[in-house]
């Protein structure tokens, strides 16, 4: 068998109503089925989303996980990235859909770029699936032209990345260890670490689809007294201890910023107290 050339990673947690139009999606792509390597991890879902998975029938070959016992995101995902072996990889949550030419592009870029390069990114659709409504991704945050090239404190200052758009390099994302899974969440840190180190692309070209649902994590992570919070926290304290500038602790003192008063409105108050604490101590060193 030939080694293929990207590596498809889709975990599932009760999406049982939205993963086959994933996984067809990925069938769909303008790209040699050859070169596709797709390995779908279903984490112990509650749904009968296992049910859906054991009658799949793609068109493209797939390997197969289910889990007895839930492991959680982080750690699912590094035992994906184990049993993978391309040498670009994608996070494709079970809810998001790529647009027929998402590999060619984002593919192609990479391999035209040099090993400083780790990961290229997009501009996707985000479809409110409760109201039908559909916006580009790019006119919801502060960076109307988005950063490429060096990355890191503009990364740590406004979050502006749709995250199910990147397509890492194997390689790089080896390097820096995948993804942490001491965290609830893994996109603001695995990009964080990459950046530090590596440069990022980005096409202006929407290449994705990403469902906005009451139940997936982006919705979990604002919720009143999100845990997941406590993860985001966690990431600034490493990016204190990354940091080499005055203006990458400049910017990290304005993303703490904005995290005290998301954090006053969820009602996570001791974590607010952290934040506070983290933004005086980067205001002193920037």
């Known amino acids: ?65 289910i889990h007895q016992e839930n492991k959680g995101y982080c ?4 035992e994906g990235l184990h049993l993978s072996h391309g ?23 990479l391999e035209e770029s040099n090993d400083k390069v780790a990961a290229h990114y997009c501009d996707a659709f985000l479809l409110d699936i409760n109201v039908n409504e559909k916006i ?14 060096t990355i890191y404190k503009e990364l740590i200052q406004h979050y502006f990345i749709c995250s199910p758009t990147v397509l890492f390099k194997r390689k790089h994302l080896i390097e820096v260890g995948g993804y942490d899974e001491n965290l609830m969440y893994e996109d603001f840190d695995i ?3 990459l950046a530090r180190k590596f440069d990022f692309l980005y096409t202006p070209k929407p290449l994705l689809t990403k469902q906005i649902l009451k139940l997936n994590m982006s919705a979990r992570q604002v919720s009143w007294r999100s845990p997941y919070q406590y993860s985001t926290y966690v990431v600034c304290k490493k990016i204190q ?32 107290l952290q934040y ?3 933004a005086f101590q980067s205001y002193l060193k920037s």
């Open 1 to 65: 068998m030939n080694t293929p050339k990207v590596s498809i990673i889709c975990i599932s947690y009760n999406q049982a109503n939205t993963i086959q139009q994933t996984l067809l999606s990925v069938a769909n792509q303008n790209f040699k089925k050859e070169e596709i390597e797709l390995i779908i991890v279903d984490d112990a879902s509650k749904d009968y989303t296992s049910t859906i998975l054991k009658q799949l029938q793609l068109p493209i070959p797939y390997q197969l996980v």
């Open 191 to 193: 990009q964080i670490r």
């Open 75 to 78: 750690k699912t995902f590094n």
């Open 136 to 149: 580009l991704h790019s006119e919801q945050t502060k960076y109307k032209k988005r950063p490429e090239g």
């Open 87 to 109: 040498r670009f990889i994608i996070d494709l949550a079970a809810d998001d859909l790529l647009h027929p030419d998402f590999l060619q592009i984002a593919v192609n870029r």
């Open 241 to 272: 201890k990354m940091n080499l500038t005055k203006d990458e602790h400049k910017a990290l003192f304005w993303r703490c910023f904005y995290e005290i008063k998301k954090n006053i409105q969820l009602g996570n108050f001791k974590l607010t």
């Open 276 to 278: 506070t604490l983290l």
